[in-house]
């Protein structure tokens, strides 16, 4: 149980360009997620957190404009990268949970390559 | 603030050698604690965690971890490495901020198995 699924796994986009990426609990219903960014051999950052149906609560020095997150639905939210530029170059992560719940489950990843 | 160190960036054992990770954490109160492991190019695999209750936590593949409160450390502990424990770990501690509980990453530790 408690799995978590990123959508894509990889992608590859031209600079200027804007790009999604989908983060879906299969089998509870997330009412909390979060989306971090890792740089190559470095920590994981917390970007943004998200509760089901409210606007994004983004981390100090994350671009609100540039990172959209959606938390629409109890299984699905929402990253994306707007104007990407290579700096944006990054391996996404995302995770969730449920209410009651304090640990989080998290993706596998999703690797962004800006050209 | 809250913090996690990860006192060592890189470590070196030999196959069948024994392996000590080093946490510690800086909170005001007694956070949540999990280990997690992560292979080149892939998500992060859940190892142990700590929530409450006896300090000594097994987990996965062999691995625990103790939890000190006198030392806000959580250390992460095999009695014989695998060549296959090769990987980066990284240590987290769950908090409580701003209405939301979070994770602080520390910034991980790359294990490297001799055989």
């Known amino acids: 149980g408690a799995v978590v699924s990123q959508h894509p796994s990889w992608v590859i986009c031209k600079s200027g360009t804007s790009v999604k990426i989908e983060c879906r609990s299969l089998d509870f219903q997330a009412t909390t997620m979060f989306w971090y960014r890792q740089f190559p051999k470095q920590s994981l950052m917390l970007m943004a957190t998200?509760?089901?149906?409210?606007?994004?609560?983004?981390e100090q020095g994350v671009e609100k404009d540039k990172f959209l997150i959606n938390h629409a639905s109890l299984t699905l939210s929402t990253l994306t990268v707007t104007s990407a530029h290579p700096e944006d170059s990054s391996f996404y992560i995302c995770?969730?949970?449920?209410?009651?719940?304090?640990?989080?489950?998290f993706g596998p990843g999703t690797r962004l390559t800006v050209t | 603030a809250q913090s996690v160190t990860q006192p060592d960036i890189h470590i070196t054992v030999s196959e069948g050698a024994s392996l000590e990770l080093r946490c510690n954490y800086s909170y005001g109160a007694t956070p949540y604690l999990f280990w997690y492991v992560q292979s080149p190019g892939q998500g992060l695999q859940l190892l142990l965690k700590?929530?409450?209750?006896?300090?000594l936590v097994q987990g996965i593949k062999g691995f625990e971890a103790e939890f000190k409160r006198s030392q806000s450390s959580f250390n992460l502990r095999k009695p014989s490495v695998h060549w296959s424990d090769a990987a980066e770990y990284f240590c987290?501690?769950?908090?409580?901020?701003?209405?939301?509980?979070?994770?602080?990453f520390g910034t991980g530790t790359r294990l490297k198995v001799l055989a």
């Open positions: 700590y929530f409450s209750g006896d300090t």
């Open positions: 995770s969730a949970r449920t209410q009651g719940i304090r640990e989080q489950y």
């Open positions: 998200s509760n089901e149906g409210s606007k994004a609560t983004y």
């Open positions: 987290a501690v769950g908090i409580l901020t701003s209405g939301t509980y979070k994770y602080i």
